[in-house]
């Protein structure tokens, strides 16, 4: 009975505006193509012919343009809305896509990735900010572990579903245009669907200059600033997105380059994290709304995520790096919903955007220096070391998440 009335609570949350169904629907197809693509990038370089290193000059470079932008679209988004953003940035996704197949330079595929990835990333805190938006606040984090999770579900199914196609005799250029298809549906089904959850300022008495609109999002961004939890959400950014991009690229080229892995077997051996993710978030964000307890469940969830990071940077075997790769995603899957649900908890409805755009940049900032750090270390020591420094950048995380980030409190009270 208590498990049907958990259900019950959940569908009531998933009720309460048609926008979740709607982003629901949309991030499903959208990761789909991601499911489809991802784990393929680092090794479709590599086959061009590109070395490790220039491998983590594209992926900084992928990051650089995204980082004055994300913030201002999300500072944009809190005075004239969001979904035209979120829109027009899905179908230019799309369109980008299949521009990859005619590139085979490194220059030209660093300059469609950048260009790609930027227009990806810079939608995310918009995105961020609609689902704060309709999130109520009893069930804020269990809603968005279960958004979470559903996406997760779906990309673990495409991570199958993309080996399946490989190992079928389709190559990736199939791949590429499956991908451009499902993030185009995705587009469609947040234009027909979504609805505005931001009213649209009203300049006055005259339509403010580019100047205006640049000295307001400084003021914002100064206001943030002078805060602790402000200090402590973006030192815990930095290190936590730095330790993240370590596994896009070198998850793949561990299995196929130290233990002798099949391409079709990458989509697979991504997927084992991304589905104890899937399954441990709502349970990860419904623990934390029962109990209000989010700092503790962050600091479990980090500390469980080193733990089983530096293990598998020490893996004899394919067989024990896939298990603790599995376990990666519990502890990840414990904690990354709550820290959602804490950033909307502390921040201002009305920065709400400007934040997530903040961090955002923050996290670029890390997508940049981290492939490069990653590229090195592999190039001159081993794949190893990889995972062994993003260990140490968890480490930093957690304690700029423990001790400088304020539970409870509104920032600037």
Known sequence: ?????????????????????????????SMVGAGFLNPIFAVYFVEQ???????????????????????????????????????????????LTPFYLAI??????????????????SSQPVLSAMLGDVAPEKGRATLFG???????????????????????????????YITSACFFVSSLVLAFFLKETVERKEEKPLPASSATRFQRFIKSARTMALQKSTLGLMVYSFFFTFALRVYPVYVPLFATQVFGAGNELLGPI?????????????????????????????????TLIIVFNTAMAYS?????????????????????????????????????????????SVRGVASIVAPLIYGYAAELFNIRMTFQITSVCLVAAVLAAMLLIKEGMKIGE
């Open 1 to 29: 009975m208590s498990a049907f009335l958990e259900i019950k609570k959940v569908w009531k949350l998933l009720s309460q505006s048609t926008n979740i169904p709607a982003l629901l629907l949309a991030g499903g197809v």
């Open 104 to 121: 085979r330079n490194a220059l030209g595929l660093a300059v469609i990735h950048s260009a790609r990835t930027v227009v990806s990333e």
């Open 316 to 360: 004899p075997t394919l067989i024990w790096m896939i298990v603790l790769w599995a376990l990666i995603g519990v502890g990840d899957g414990m904690f990354r919903p709550v820290m959602s649900a804490l950033i909307v908890d502390i921040v201002p409805a009305e920065l709400r955007g400007t934040y997530f755009g903040t961090l955002g």
């Open 270 to 302: 991504v997927a084992v994290s991304w589905i104890t993710f899937a399954v441990v978030q709502p349970f990860g964000g419904w623990i934390s709304d029962k109990l209000g307890k989010r700092k503790a469940f962050i600091g479990l969830g980090l």
């Open 49 to 95: 012919g590109i070395s490790f290193r220039n491998l983590g000059i594209i992926f900084s470079l992928a990051s650089l343009g995204s980082l004055v932008l994300r913030p201002f679209m999300g500072h944009t988004s809190d005075r004239y809305g969001r979904k035209k953003l979120i829109v027009g940035l899905s179908f230019l996704v799309s369109f």
């Open 146 to 176: 279960f958004y979470s999770s559903v996406e997760s579900i779906v990309y673990s199914a495409a991570l199958f579903g993309g080996g399946a196609i490989i190992s079928w005799g389709f190559g990736f250029r199939e791949l590429f």
